[in-house]
């Protein structure tokens, strides 16, 4: 089954700065990649995600990469600021006409600091 | 926030008894899918409702068993609850059939087994 790697765990920067989270992913099939961001008490909420058809996303402060031959994809966030204090997710998926079991990776807390 | 609701929000339960989670779905999904995540660690998925089937299952025992509703709302029961079941259960909503296949998540139910 697909397996997906997620670093770092941690993440601390200076508001302003940027953040970047990487994930790497098994299974040459998947073909959806969407970033979560869970706050405490709260399910995830979807922030961003890309196709495998798509090498660059972005919205506003928010980007996404995907590099399918070596099966990389990263968040990248600019001009951070202290909302964007949670824990991010990424995930893989095979969708197929809506199918999507979502394999997640563990997680990236990340902390502005002010 | 999404429009998917859960209930109950929190829940304590104690070894070997049963429980039942509800899931709401977004206004015009057909598809639920549900998830387990443990304490500092990413979702995982248990299974999937596609009109009112099972439509793909994790790695978890039968005593987890769910059902869809003809609404599209969804139960996960668990049978011979376990102290390592202590989770939050997160119920997420997707349309299928389109090209377009974000899955909203709920904020999730808290169940300690003790």
């Known amino acids: 089954g697909e397996n997906v790697e997620q670093h770092p765990s941690t993440l601390s920067v200076q508001e302003g700065d940027s953040a970047v989270i990487k994930c790497t992913y098994s299974?040459?099939?998947?073909?959806?990649f969407p970033w979560y961001k869970q706050e405490l008490g709260k399910g995830p909420q979807l922030i961003i995600d890309?196709?495998?058809?798509?090498g660059e996303k972005k919205d506003q402060r928010i980007a996404v990469t995907l590099n399918k031959t070596a099966k990389h994809f990263s968040l990248h966030i600019t001009e951070t600021q202290p909302e964007d204090s949670a824990v991010y997710f990424c995930?893989?998926?095979?969708?197929?006409?809506?199918?999507?079991?979502?394999?997640f990776g563990t997680g990236t807390r990340l902390t502005i600091i002010p | 926030e999404t429009g998917v609701t859960q209930s109950p929000t929190h829940l304590i339960k104690t070894r070997g008894q049963q429980v039942t989670l509800r899931c709401s779905s977004q206004?015009?999904?057909?598809?639920v899918s549900w998830y387990q995540q443990a304490l500092g660690q990413g979702p995982q998925f248990i299974f999937q409702?596609?009109?009112?089937?099972?439509?793909g299952r994790g790695n978890f025992p039968p005593r987890f068993s769910g059902l869809q509703f003809p609404n599209y709302s969804s139960e996960l029961n668990v049978n011979a609850l376990e102290l390592d079941d202590s989770a939050l259960y997160l119920c997420?909503?997707?349309?299928?059939?389109?090209?377009?296949?974000?899955?909203?998540f709920g904020q999730g139910t808290r169940l300690t087994v003790v």
């Open positions: 997420a909503s997707s349309l299928s059939g389109r090209q377009e296949t974000e899955a909203f």
């Open positions: 299974d040459s099939a998947s073909n959806y």
């Open positions: 890309i196709r495998s058809n798509v």
């Open positions: 995930a893989a998926s095979k969708v197929n006409f809506g199918n999507e079991k979502l394999t």
């Open positions: 206004s015009g999904h057909n598809t």
């Open positions: 409702y596609y009109r009112e089937e099972e439509n």
